[in-house]
């Protein structure tokens, strides 16, 4: 059963506060250990990490649930 709880954490150079521009938006991103936070996409946590590549798997979680 998944849960809320990280299990990897994101690449020193991931981390951080970004912002993303697209055609007509604005997304800002937070990274912080093994969650990542979108302005209007909301809340990441990592599950798991390739262990060579910097790919990630993560799971969105809502505040109702998965």
């Not at 954490?9 to 969650?35: H, K, N, Q, S």
């Not at 390739?50 to 979680?61: A, G, L, P, Q, T």
């Amino acid at each position: 059963m998944p849960t809320a709880k990280a299990e990897c954490t994101f690449g020193v150079e991931l981390v951080g506060y970004w912002v993303l521009f697209g055609d007509a938006e604005r997304e800002e991103v937070a990274i912080e250990g093994g969650e990542v936070r979108f302005s209007t996409l909301g809340q990441f946590v990592c599950k798991g990490k390739h262990w060579d590549e910097d790919f990630y798997k993560v799971f969105s979680v809502f505040t109702n649930g998965w």
